[in-house]
């Protein structure tokens, strides 16, 4: 099986910076896009952000130019660097990878998520 393994969540002050981390292992042949998604208390996830397996990112508007999103393909790791946080940046984060695992009976791709960690901006 594949698994994805969130680290890096935490109690910061509005200004400051995390950084987030997520690890895929298991019979991984490759991974495609990997992403961020967030969902704070009574609202919908949503994306924040996303990287391709060449490392082309996109951003939701409201963390652009304040988050970075970066990958290392040899660690199956994909990283949210987060600067600059607001209260508003309060959720439960996610990660979200695209794998192609390797089975008996071929090779299947598919969706798969970290169990969530908490990020919580203190104003």
């Known amino acids: 099986q594949v698994q994805l393994v969130e680290s890096g969540g935490g109690l910061v002050q509005a200004g400051g910076s995390l950084r987030l981390s997520c690890a895929a292992s298991g019979r991984i042949i490759s991974i495609n896009a990997m992403g961020w998604y967030r969902q704070a208390p009574g609202k919908q996830r949503e994306l924040v952000a996303t990287?391709?397996?060449?490392?082309?990112?996109n951003y939701t508007d409201s963390v652009r130019g304040r988050f970075t999103i970066s990958r290392d393909n040899a660690k199956n790791t994909v990283y949210l660097q987060m600067n600059s946080l607001k209260p508003e940046d309060t959720a439960v984060y996610y990660c979200?990878?695209?794998?192609?695992?390797?089975?008996?009976?071929?090779?299947?791709?598919?969706?798969?998520w970290g169990q969530g960690t908490q990020v919580t901006v203190s104003s």
């Open positions: 979200n990878a695209e794998i192609m695992r390797r089975t008996a009976w071929g090779r299947p791709t598919s969706d798969y």
């Open positions: 990287i391709t397996s060449g490392a082309s990112a």
